[in-house]
């Protein structure tokens, strides 16, 4: 299995920049497809962008794509993504997941391990 533990959240004023760390432990890294998932409060936990193993591919939900950027450094055992243009909306706490999947998937359920999450608050 695998560990997880995310960092880099916080607060920020619209239309600024967060850049979000998971760092992974345990079983080998790159055996994993990542996800990143958000949750608001009252709020179901929703896809926010997903890469493959090798990192050569890459999946964003409708609502970020543009301003949001998935990557992975398999050798330093590191999952980031990348926060351009934040909006209050984009409020929420943040999680990563790992999958052991060959594919992205976009649905929560089907990710086997989680991390605690970080929470960005993007102020008006």
């Known amino acids: 299995q695998v560990q997880l533990v995310e960092s880099g959240g916080g607060l920020v004023q619209a239309g600024g920049s967060l850049r979000l760390s998971c760092a992974a432990s345990?079983?080998?890294?790159?055996?994993?497809?990542m996800g990143w998932f958000r949750q608001a409060p009252g709020k179901e936990r929703e896809f926010v962008a997903g890469i493959s193993k090798s990192g050569s591919s890459t999946y964003y939900a409708d609502s970020v794509k543009g301003r949001f950027t998935i990557s992975r450094d398999n050798a330093k055992n590191t999952l980031y993504l990348q926060m351009n243009s934040l909006k209050p909306e984009d409020t929420a706490v943040y999680y990563c997941?790992?999958?052991?999947?060959?594919?992205?998937?976009?649905?929560?359920?089907?990710?086997?391990?989680w991390g605690q999450g970080t929470q960005v608050t993007v102020s008006s």
């Open positions: 997941a790992a999958d052991s999947a060959g594919y992205i998937v976009a649905v929560a359920t089907r990710y086997d391990y």
């Open positions: 345990g079983r080998t890294f790159s055996y994993y497809t």
